[in-house]
């Protein structure tokens, strides 16, 4: 399993944590950092699977 | 004799801010050293310019935060902020003796708060300032992470293109300079504040000044000359720490992690945060460093420097409750 992908995967999960004590005018601040990271956790899995065919 | 007080804290307070310069401010620097764009005394008064005149650029919100924001302003007395200050001192100077690149600003309010919850116990906590800034304590090196590793991967398809790293590195050497200067002026505007608003509490605690009241300029200047004194005496533990032990970084590296750095750190002051500078600069390398592989990002360091975070601010609230407790006897 690719290793990147979990480490975004966590740190995705990370920010997803902390959206609700994030006080509501900031709250995209951790919605968009999730979204970008389960993005990136996706695009290196893909990545590590077309490098290991 | 309160005036005496006074004064003496607001000396500590500066010498706080000068500590916060040499351990925190070289971080700035770490990048341009390690990928030799500038010699080590050129890249400390590069750094130490930028960190003055960052008080044109931004305002005096995160002061603001700091000052009424962590511990209630009715807590908050000379004997706190002096009890506060030395905690997150104490704990600097170990961090520094230790080479951990932890951060003095979680030093800073984990001394003033172990300092308020010493004298008037939780409730004197502002629960929503302190929830605040816990808050970004995570999102600003995870921001900064997200934001790096994309300013890479567009420089690397910049390379792509020109089918030459070398070439992409030997443009990019230059470009550091911009982009260390503005990690610098975010650096300044968001460290350098912490400094303005423990002096504007000690002002309105000792009733100089309205509880209203913004950062008097004379505390601007001040607070802005010590970080930029601490820069110029240099922090070379840490800058060996991020700038060559976590990940080596190559100029196109640099100034993605850099201008990642800044621009959260441009975001943050912005939105009156108090964050650690030293957090989103890891931050930015690990995402510059992963975008290979991960096994690039020096894990074990990247490790101490997580527990360096975790420790920070009880350690500092600690050692602030402790020197509470004697300084309150007298």
């Known amino acids: 399993m690719d290793r990147r992908a979990i480490f975004f995967l966590g740190a995705g999960t990370v920010s997803a944590a902390v959206i609700t004590p994030t006080e509501s005018g900031l709250r995209w601040v951790p919605t968009v950092l999730t979204a970008i990271y389960i993005l990136l956790a996706l695009v290196s899995y893909l990545d590590w699977r077309s490098n290991n065919r | 004799m309160e005036n005496l007080a006074l004064f003496a804290v607001i000396a500590i307070a500066l010498a706080f801010d000068f500590t916060n310069g040499f351990h925190d401010a070289a971080n700035s620097i770490a990048t341009v050293v390690a990928t030799r764009v500038l010699t080590p005394r050129l890249a400390v008064v590069w750094a130490a310019t930028f960190n003055f005149i960052a008080f044109l650029v931004f305002h005096t919100?995160?002061?603001?935060?700091?000052?009424?924001?962590?511990?209630?302003?009715d807590v908050l007395s000379i004997g706190v902020v002096f009890a506060g200050l030395m905690g997150a001192i104490a704990w600097n100077l170990v961090t520094y003796f230790l080479g951990l690149p932890s951060s003095s600003s979680h030093a800073l309010v984990g001394g003033i708060v172990g300092a308020g919850v010493a004298k008037a116990g939780f409730?004197?906590?502002?629960?929503?300032?302190?929830?605040?800034?816990?808050?970004?304590?995570?999102?600003?090196?995870?921001?900064?992470?997200?934001?790096?590793?994309?300013?890479?991967?567009?420089?690397?398809?910049?390379?792509?293109?020109?089918?030459?790293?070398?070439?992409?590195?030997?443009?990019?050497?230059?470009?550091?300079?911009?982009?260390?200067?503005?990690?610098?002026?975010?650096?300044?505007?968001?460290?350098?504040?912490?400094?303005?608003?423990?002096?504007?509490?000690?002002?309105?605690?000792?009733?100089?000044?309205?509880?209203?009241s913004d950062v008097p300029l004379w505390v601007v200047l001040s607070?802005?000359?010590?970080?930029?004194?601490?820069?110029?005496?240099?922090?070379?533990?840490?800058?060996?720490?991020?700038?060559?032990?976590i990940t080596r970084l190559q100029p196109a590296g640099?100034?993605?992690?850099?201008?990642?750095?800044?621009a959260t750190l441009f975001f943050v002051t912005a939105h009156n945060i108090p964050v650690s500078t030293t957090h989103t600069i890891t931050g930015c390398i690990v995402g510059v460093g992963s975008i290979h592989r991960l096994s690039a990002v020096r894990w074990g360091v990247a490790g101490r420097v997580v527990w360096a975070w975790l420790l920070t601010i009880p350690g500092a609230a600690l050692v602030a409750a402790l020197l509470y407790s004697i300084v309150s006897v007298f």
């Not at chain 2, 919100?61 to 302003?73: D, H, N």
């Not at chain 2, 816990?134 to 921001?143: G, K, N, Q, S």
């Not at chain 2, 607070?223 to 032990?245: M, Y």
């Open chain 2, 61 to 73: 919100g995160v002061a603001g935060t700091i000052a009424k924001g962590v511990v209630k302003a």
């Open chain 2, 123 to 212: 409730s004197a906590v502002v629960s929503s300032g302190l929830s605040k800034i816990a808050v970004f304590i995570v999102l600003a090196p995870l921001t900064g992470l997200a934001v790096a590793f994309i300013f890479m991967t567009i420089v690397l398809h910049i390379g792509a293109r020109f089918r030459s790293v070398d070439r992409i590195n030997r443009g990019f050497r230059r470009a550091q300079l911009f982009s260390a200067a503005a990690y610098s002026l975010g650096h300044g505007g968001n460290d350098a504040q912490k400094t303005m608003g423990v002096i504007l509490a000690l002002l309105i605690a000792a009733h100089k000044v309205p509880a209203t």
């Open chain 2, 223 to 245: 607070a802005h000359s010590a970080i930029a004194l601490g820069t110029l005496s240099g922090g070379w533990r840490i800058v060996h720490t991020l700038g060559s032990r």
């Open chain 2, 254 to 262: 640099g100034v993605a992690a850099e201008s990642a750095a800044a």
